[in-house]
T-cell receptor
Framework: NAGVTQTPKFRVLKTGQSMTLLCAQD?????MYWYRQDPGMGLRLIHY???????AKGEVPDGYNVSRLKKQNFLLGLESAAPSQTSVYFC??????????????FGPGTRLTVL | KNEVEQSPQNLTAQEGEFITINCSYS?????LHWLQQHPGGGIVSLFM?????KKHGRLIATINIQEKHSSLHITASHPRDSAVYIC?????????WGAGTKLIIKP
């Protein structure tokens, strides 16, 4: 099993450009999450999904959109990138059986720089 | 004030030393997680606990629900233990994350 994979691993954007980050998991997990990690701060939840076709806002959703058309994929979109979105983005998944109490499995991260 | 506080923020120790990383929280929780983030960036779950103590190899995690405090201990530390250790608490179906403790073990 590949676990949780993310593409791309690195990306540099100019302000105003758009892009989509792809997260895929092969563990048949119901829950999927997108986080951003900035220096000196804990992980912050951007959006999450509790099942195929459903999404919800996390702590810092502004400037991002998500879609979960297939159970195994969770896409994070930036419609008009801003320098404040320079960060490392992590995707994670979990069974969802214990809602917050179950183990989350993380992807390797995507390092995004917005110039 | 952050709901999850870790201490210390940074810790440098010599190989073989006993390491303790602390996590205090201010909310009611259903579980507490300890995770490890390697220098390459990958994040791996180490423990999930809601009471008592868990041990895996040289790692030991304890939690005191009454005092709202958890500790992660590493015995016989090794340079390969160098990483950021992250505490997260499950509260109201969400995870609240600490900022992490950066541990460096020198040979």
């Amino acid at each position: 099993n590949a676990g949780v994979t993310q593409t791309p691993k690195f990306r540099v954007l100019k302000t105003g450009q758009s892009m989509t980050l792809l997260c895929a998991q092969d563990m048949n997990h119901e829950y999927m999450y997108w986080y951003r990690q900035d220096p000196g701060m804990g992980l912050r939840l951007i959006h999450y999904s509790v099942g195929e076709g459903t999404t919800a806002k996390g702590e810092v959703p502004d400037g991002y959109n998500v879609s979960r058309l297939k159970k195994q994929n969770f896409l994070l979109g930036l419609e008009s990138a801003a320098p404040s979105q320079t960060s490392v983005y992590f995707c994670a998944s979990s069974t969802g059986l214990a809602e917050g109490s179950d183990t989350q499995y993380f992807g390797p991260g995507t390092r995004l720089t917005v110039l | 004030k952050n709901e999850v506080e870790q201490s210390p923020q940074n810790l440098t120790a010599q190989e073989g030393e006993f390491i303790t990383i602390n996590c205090s929280y201010s909310v009611g929780i259903s579980a507490l997680h300890w995770l490890q983030q390697h220098p390459g960036g990958g994040i791996v779950s180490l423990f999930m606990l809601s009471s008592g103590k868990k041990k895996h190899g040289r790692l030991i995690a304890t939690i005191n629900i009454q005092e709202k405090h958890s500790s992660l201990h590493i015995t016989a530390s090794h340079p390969r233990d160098s990483a950021v250790y992250i505490c997260a608490v499950a509260s109201n179906y969400q995870l609240i994350w600490g900022a992490g403790t950066k541990l460096i073990i020198k040979p």
